[in-house]
Protein backbone atom coordinates (compact mmCIF):
# COMPACT_ATOMS: atom_id res chain seq x y z
CA UNK A 1 0.00 0.00 0.00
CA UNK A 2 2.53 2.71 0.98
CA UNK A 3 5.14 1.39 -1.62
CA UNK A 4 3.16 0.85 -5.12
CA UNK A 5 0.17 2.50 -3.62
CA UNK A 6 -2.05 -0.31 -4.22
CA UNK A 7 -5.55 -0.34 -2.36
CA UNK A 8 -4.45 -3.82 -0.93
CA UNK A 9 -3.15 -5.03 2.02
CA UNK A 10 -0.77 -7.91 1.85
CA UNK A 11 -3.80 -9.93 3.79
CA UNK A 12 -5.89 -8.83 0.03
CA UNK A 13 -3.46 -9.96 -1.87
CA UNK A 14 -2.73 -13.23 -0.03
CA UNK A 15 -6.54 -14.24 -0.55
CA UNK A 16 -6.51 -12.82 -4.21
CA UNK A 17 -3.46 -14.99 -4.86
CA UNK A 18 -4.80 -18.35 -3.15
CA UNK A 19 -7.87 -17.92 -5.09
CA UNK A 20 -6.00 -17.51 -8.60
CA UNK A 21 -4.18 -20.72 -7.25
CA UNK A 22 -7.37 -22.90 -6.79
CA UNK A 23 -9.04 -21.08 -10.02
CA UNK A 24 -6.15 -21.96 -12.34
CA UNK A 25 -5.63 -25.41 -10.67
CA UNK A 26 -9.04 -26.28 -11.57
CA UNK A 27 -9.15 -25.05 -15.48
CA UNK A 28 -5.61 -27.03 -15.47
CA UNK A 29 -7.16 -30.08 -13.89
CA UNK A 30 -10.31 -30.20 -16.48
CA UNK A 31 -7.72 -29.00 -19.08
CA UNK A 32 -5.28 -32.56 -18.89
CA UNK A 33 -8.43 -34.74 -18.44
CA UNK A 34 -9.63 -33.00 -21.90
CA UNK A 35 -6.28 -33.74 -23.30
CA UNK A 36 -5.91 -37.13 -21.84
CA UNK A 37 -5.23 -38.75 -25.28
CA UNK A 38 -3.24 -36.11 -26.57
CA UNK A 39 0.60 -36.31 -27.33
CA UNK A 40 2.75 -34.50 -24.98
CA UNK A 41 4.45 -31.33 -26.61
CA UNK A 42 8.16 -32.13 -27.36
CA UNK A 43 10.89 -29.82 -26.10
CA UNK A 44 12.57 -28.38 -29.03
CA UNK A 45 16.37 -30.10 -29.91
CA UNK A 46 18.17 -27.11 -31.49
CA UNK A 47 18.16 -23.51 -31.42
CA UNK A 48 16.83 -23.47 -34.75
CA UNK A 49 13.78 -25.24 -33.93
CA UNK A 50 13.24 -23.18 -30.97
CA UNK A 51 13.51 -19.94 -33.11
CA UNK A 52 11.42 -21.62 -36.06
CA UNK A 53 8.20 -22.16 -32.82
CA UNK A 54 9.20 -17.99 -31.81
CA UNK A 55 8.41 -17.45 -35.30
CA UNK A 56 5.75 -18.97 -35.59
CA UNK A 57 4.45 -18.05 -32.38
CA UNK A 58 4.15 -14.35 -33.64
CA UNK A 59 2.78 -15.13 -36.16
CA UNK A 60 -0.26 -16.70 -34.94
CA UNK A 61 -0.77 -14.10 -32.58
CA UNK A 62 -0.48 -11.36 -34.73
CA UNK A 63 -2.72 -13.25 -36.96
CA UNK A 64 -5.23 -13.77 -33.85
CA UNK A 65 -5.22 -10.09 -32.68
CA UNK A 66 -6.43 -9.17 -36.25
CA UNK A 67 -8.35 -11.48 -37.08
CA UNK A 68 -10.51 -11.47 -34.28
CA UNK A 69 -9.87 -7.55 -33.85
CA UNK A 70 -8.80 -7.92 -30.02
CA UNK A 71 -5.82 -5.31 -29.98
CA UNK A 72 -5.12 -3.24 -32.48
CA UNK A 73 -1.42 -2.78 -33.63
CA UNK A 74 -0.71 1.24 -34.06
CA UNK A 75 1.75 2.07 -36.95
CA UNK A 76 5.47 2.46 -36.46
CA UNK A 77 5.69 -0.25 -34.23
CA UNK A 78 7.98 -3.29 -35.21
CA UNK A 79 7.39 -6.25 -37.68
CA UNK A 80 8.88 -8.79 -35.26
CA UNK A 81 9.15 -8.15 -31.67
CA UNK A 82 12.20 -9.55 -30.16
CA UNK A 83 11.36 -12.51 -27.42
CA UNK A 84 12.98 -13.49 -24.22
CA UNK A 85 12.58 -16.89 -24.46
CA UNK A 86 15.94 -17.47 -26.01
CA UNK A 87 17.52 -20.78 -26.41
CA UNK A 88 20.27 -21.21 -24.04
CA UNK A 89 22.24 -24.98 -23.54
CA UNK A 90 22.93 -25.35 -19.89
CA UNK A 91 25.36 -27.31 -18.25
CA UNK A 92 23.82 -31.29 -17.64
CA UNK A 93 21.19 -30.16 -19.88
CA UNK A 94 19.10 -28.45 -17.32
CA UNK A 95 16.44 -25.67 -17.52
CA UNK A 96 14.72 -23.84 -15.48
CA UNK A 97 10.92 -23.00 -15.39
CA UNK A 98 10.30 -20.80 -18.24
CA UNK A 99 12.67 -22.65 -20.28
CA UNK A 100 10.70 -25.69 -19.89
CA UNK A 101 7.51 -23.96 -20.74
CA UNK A 102 8.61 -21.94 -23.52
CA UNK A 103 11.05 -24.82 -25.38
CA UNK A 104 7.69 -27.04 -25.57
CA UNK A 105 5.88 -23.69 -27.06
CA UNK A 106 6.75 -19.92 -26.85
CA UNK A 107 3.30 -19.17 -27.27
CA UNK A 108 2.53 -18.60 -23.83
CA UNK A 109 6.39 -16.62 -22.93
CA UNK A 110 6.31 -14.71 -25.84
CA UNK A 111 2.32 -13.20 -25.58
CA UNK A 112 3.22 -11.97 -22.18
CA UNK A 113 6.95 -10.39 -22.61
CA UNK A 114 6.50 -9.02 -26.83
CA UNK A 115 3.23 -9.17 -28.50
CA UNK A 116 1.01 -7.62 -27.05
CA UNK A 117 2.61 -7.94 -23.84
CA UNK A 118 5.38 -6.21 -22.12
CA UNK A 119 7.42 -5.37 -25.06
CA UNK A 120 4.21 -3.55 -27.24
CA UNK A 121 2.56 -2.38 -24.57
CA UNK A 122 6.05 0.13 -23.93
CA UNK A 123 6.55 0.74 -27.37
CA UNK A 124 2.64 2.13 -27.61
CA UNK A 125 3.19 3.78 -24.09
CA UNK A 126 5.83 5.91 -25.33
CA UNK A 127 3.95 7.12 -28.16
CA UNK A 128 1.20 8.58 -26.43
CA UNK A 129 1.38 12.61 -26.59
CA UNK A 130 0.77 12.80 -23.02
CA UNK A 131 4.20 13.70 -21.07
CA UNK A 132 2.72 11.95 -18.13
CA UNK A 133 1.56 8.81 -19.47
CA UNK A 134 4.25 8.04 -22.07
CA UNK A 135 6.78 8.19 -19.35
CA UNK A 136 5.49 6.76 -16.17
CA UNK A 137 6.26 3.16 -15.30
CA UNK A 138 4.20 0.77 -12.92
CA UNK A 139 5.12 -2.62 -12.54
CA UNK A 140 2.13 -3.51 -11.07
CA UNK A 141 0.25 -2.02 -13.88
CA UNK A 142 2.39 -3.89 -16.37
CA UNK A 143 2.83 -7.12 -14.92
CA UNK A 144 -1.74 -6.71 -14.50
CA UNK A 145 -1.46 -5.81 -18.41
CA UNK A 146 0.62 -9.18 -19.32
CA UNK A 147 -1.50 -11.72 -17.26
CA UNK A 148 -5.01 -9.93 -18.36
CA UNK A 149 -3.62 -10.21 -22.24
CA UNK A 150 -2.74 -14.50 -21.38
CA UNK A 151 -6.10 -15.19 -20.10
CA UNK A 152 -7.93 -12.94 -22.60
CA UNK A 153 -6.67 -14.08 -25.61
CA UNK A 154 -6.75 -18.32 -24.01
CA UNK A 155 -11.08 -17.42 -23.41
CA UNK A 156 -11.06 -15.68 -26.69
CA UNK A 157 -9.83 -19.15 -28.28
CA UNK A 158 -5.78 -18.46 -29.15
CA UNK A 159 -5.33 -21.98 -28.11
CA UNK A 160 -8.68 -23.59 -29.48
CA UNK A 161 -6.29 -25.62 -31.96
CA UNK A 162 -3.56 -26.22 -29.51
CA UNK A 163 -4.93 -27.85 -26.52
CA UNK A 164 -1.80 -28.99 -24.67
CA UNK A 165 -0.33 -25.41 -24.89
CA UNK A 166 -3.44 -24.41 -23.11
CA UNK A 167 -2.10 -26.59 -20.01
CA UNK A 168 1.42 -24.50 -20.00
CA UNK A 169 -0.58 -21.17 -19.94
CA UNK A 170 -2.32 -22.58 -16.67
CA UNK A 171 1.02 -23.97 -15.55
CA UNK A 172 1.95 -20.47 -16.25
CA UNK A 173 -0.68 -18.91 -14.02
CA UNK A 174 -0.26 -21.43 -11.43
CA UNK A 175 3.67 -20.18 -10.62
CA UNK A 176 2.71 -17.03 -10.68
CA UNK A 177 -0.21 -17.24 -8.16
CA UNK A 178 2.12 -19.96 -5.98
CA UNK A 179 4.71 -16.92 -6.09
CA UNK A 180 2.88 -14.48 -4.79
CA UNK A 181 2.88 -15.32 -0.75
CA UNK A 182 6.61 -15.49 -0.77
CA UNK A 183 7.17 -12.48 -2.25
CA UNK A 184 5.02 -11.04 -0.04
CA UNK A 185 6.51 -12.52 2.81
CA UNK A 186 9.99 -10.44 1.95
CA UNK A 187 8.24 -7.54 1.29
CA UNK A 188 6.73 -7.45 4.78
CA UNK A 189 9.62 -8.30 6.16
CA UNK A 190 8.30 -11.88 7.66
CA UNK A 191 11.41 -13.81 6.11
CA UNK A 192 14.95 -12.37 5.10
Excluded: C
Excluded at 60 to 73: A, E, K, Y
Excluded at 155 to 173: H, M, N, S, T, V
Amino acid sequence: RNVLLMPFTADDLRTIATRELNRTRTFLAIERYRNRDLPEITVAATAEEHAARVEAAEAHIRDFMTRNQLVSIPEGLPERFETDAFWIVRAGGKRHFWEEITYRDPLNNHLHASIPGHRFEALVQRMNDNPIRSRYRDGVRAEGWAFYIEEMFVQAGLLDERPRAKELFYIAQLKRAARVPAELAMQTGEVD
